[in-house]
């Protein structure tokens, strides 16, 4: 069955894209940014505490139901769960769906920073022109037309990668593009903690504060949990999907350990290429929040570094558009399985190419709606602002955003604990794993973490999640 599904090639090929899934906007703009400003080293502890007893736990879940079944999410639920649980799935490949309608125009934004810094580079036309981030980045939202073409371009460049396949397409791509990534973090980072007055911005990121702890500690708890379950790319099948292509024979629980440390580790690394700069070129913590960050702040740092500076522009934006088109296949990825399972279970093999061609179709019909939006800059109708603006609905990119990340992906990776723990049986967890050969280490732990301790905190999660939208 495997051999017609498709599999990773090698097991450092399934490292690979599972980190390009996890590696991407969320690590580059999201994490540097809370850590900061959210009590640094202790906010690091924080996450890697959640990492640890969450993260790790619907992790391990997510790739063992993908193996176990070898189905996607929905094929999965369908195969291994009773009616209770069996529309969770569902959820997954829907806010799979919202969340590359938005997360492709984020993209194409970088994309359009990257051309814009070469264009500086090489002293041509379609470089900044003198422009500063801010005049630059309220241009481009009202360029409706520029900002759709980049979104599309993002989803042509991940629709041929899925096309390829899950051997010859995402992870041929992934086991190069992400040792080129790590290395041009690594020489933005050089270039960035070598500027004078870098040290500030790492002692923003890294001196232990505990003022937010005493201030709001259950948000820093929520902000940390939120930010760990969209940079772990859990709680909507990616990671079952990536599962049920992983042989036997490889060791699940290792390799979800493996893709949460190079998680974190990619973070923390963004956060020394992006911050040190911003502080150094007179940023201040509110330069640091949101798109501000990557669209504004950061270019204008480019730009006062001399002449240097387009080609380390060049560079960054690069490395965020590789990390943006890694996650952006996986995404494209799920729904894909989703048919090509459906054709499976009809006894046909389905056509990848041709469903991934109507998927990303799909999804560019409504990443226009949001390209076109412009962060609500060119007031394309939105309905639900008649309900008074609130986090959630100032803007369709907004309204995406809180469907997806505030509600489903907590709701799903809870959901799926419950499943695992109270239906299915921790035990199967353990015997999945440990068909690889090698025993699973910490059973009574995992069981622990599994029952109590993760739905407890994805509770939590959630309801910090509906907060932070305005939603309670
Ligand atoms: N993990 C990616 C990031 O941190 O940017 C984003 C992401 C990819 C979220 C895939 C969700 C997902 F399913």
Aim: charged residues 10%.
């Amino acid at each position: 069955m495997e051999g017609k599904r498709g599999t990773w090639n090698s097991n450092f090929g399934f490292i690979m894209a599972a980190v390009g899934s996890a590696v991407g906007l969320g690590n580059i703009w999201g994490f540097p940014y809370k850590m900061g400003s959210s009590g640094g080293f202790a906010f690091l502890l924080i996450y890697l505490i959640l990492a640890v007893l969450i993260g790790f736990v619907v992790m391990m879940g997510e790739l063992v139901m993908g193996r176990r079944s070898g189905r996607g999410a929905v094929g999965a639920y369908a195969k291994l769960a009773s009616r209770k649980f069996r529309w969770v799935g569902w959820m997954g490949v829907l806010s799979a769906f919202l969340i590359m309608s938005f997360y492709s125009v984020l993209g194409g934004y970088c994309l359009k920073y990257m051309v814009v810094n070469l264009g500086d580079m090489l002293g041509m036309s379609f470089g900044s022109n003198g422009l500063n981030g801010g005049d630059m980045f309220t241009l481009l939202l009202k360029n409706q037309v520029e900002c759709v073409v980049y979104t599309l371009i993002i989803m042509v460049i991940g629709a041929a990668i899925v096309m390829g396949g899950i051997s010859g397409g995402i992870e041929r791509f992934s086991k190069y593009a992400m040792p080129a990534l790590f290395i041009l973090l690594i020489v933005v980072i050089i270039r960035s903690v070598t500027l004078d007055g870098a040290m500030k911005g790492l002692e923003f990121m890294f001196a232990p504060n505990f003022e937010p702890f005493e201030k709001d500690f259950i948000s820093v708890l929520s902000l940390a949990g939120g930010q760990m379950f969209f940079s772990l790319s859990l709680g909507m099948g990616i990671m079952i999907t990536y599962g049920s292509y992983l042989p036997r024979r490889e060791n699940i629980q290792r390799n979800a350990l493996v893709v949460i440390f190079a998680d974190t580790v990619a973070s923390i690394l963004s956060g020394m290429a992006v911050i040190p700069a911003a502080f150094a070129l007179g940023g201040d913590g509110a330069a640091m929040a949101g798109p501000k960050l990557l669209y504004v702040t950061l270019h204008n740092v480019f730009n006062s570094m001399g002449d240097i500076g387009p080609f380390i522009g060049m560079l960054f934006y690069l490395l965020v558009v590789i990390a943006t088109v890694t996650s952006v296949i996986s995404l494209i990825e799920v729904i894909t399985t989703f048919f090509m399972d459906h054709a499976e279970n009809h006894g046909k093999t389905g056509n990848r190419r041709l469903i991934t061609l109507f998927v990303s179709l799909a999804i560019m019909a409504l990443a226009t709606l949001v390209a076109a939006d412009g962060l609500g800059t060119n007031g394309v109708w939105m309905p639900f602002q008649a309900f008074g603006v609130s986090g959630w609905n100032d803007c369709w990119l907004s309204f995406m955003d809180m469907l997806s990340e505030g509600v489903m992906m907590p709701l799903g990776a809870l959901l799926m604990c419950l499943f695992i723990s109270y239906e299915w049986g921790v035990d199967r967890v353990v015997t999945e794993v440990e068909r690889c050969g090698d025993r699973f280490v910490g059973r009574q732990f995992f069981s622990l973490c599994f029952k109590v301790i993760a739905p407890l905190g994805m509770v939590f999660i959630l309801w910090g999640q509906l907060k932070g939208f305005g939603l309670v």
